[in-house]
């Protein structure tokens, strides 16, 4: 069974930064398409931020220049790095595996539980 474990979120001040972990178990991440996505209260989940089945990073518009996605292979890990936090970047962040099918991404995969980040003004 994969599993997705999230850790890494909290309470952080305007500007500051934090790390999200992704801990990926009962498969290897080559098979996926791994990436972030985000809930704020009362929005629906967005997409913030992962990799394409050729391993090519993409972000979000609103995320761009400040975080960065990146993954260990060898420890089954996935990461985002968010730096300059705003207030609007205060939700509930999602690690997820799509799968992947040669030159692209599907539809399906699996998803973890989230990690709150809330970002103070």
């Known amino acids: 069974e994969v599993q997705l474990v999230e850790s890494g979120g909290g309470l952080v001040q305007t500007g500051g930064s934090l790390r999200l972990s992704c801990v990926v178990s009962?498969?290897?991440?080559?098979?996926?398409?791994m990436g972030w996505h985000r809930q704020a209260p009362g929005k629906g989940r967005e997409w913030v931020a992962g990799?394409?089945?050729?391993?090519?990073?993409h972000y979000a518009d609103s995320v761009k220049g400040r975080f960065t996605v990146s993954q260990d292979n060898a420890k089954h890990v996935l990461y985002l790095q968010m730096n300059s936090l705003k207030p609007d970047d205060t939700a509930m962040y999602y690690c997820?595996?799509?799968?992947?099918?040669?030159?692209?991404?599907?539809?399906?995969?699996?998803w973890g539980q989230g990690t709150q980040v809330t970002v103070s003004s």
């Open positions: 009962g498969d290897t991440m080559s098979t996926y398409c």
């Open positions: 990799f394409d089945s050729d391993g090519i990073t």
């Open positions: 997820r595996a799509l799968y992947s099918y040669g030159h692209s991404c599907g539809e399906f995969g699996h």
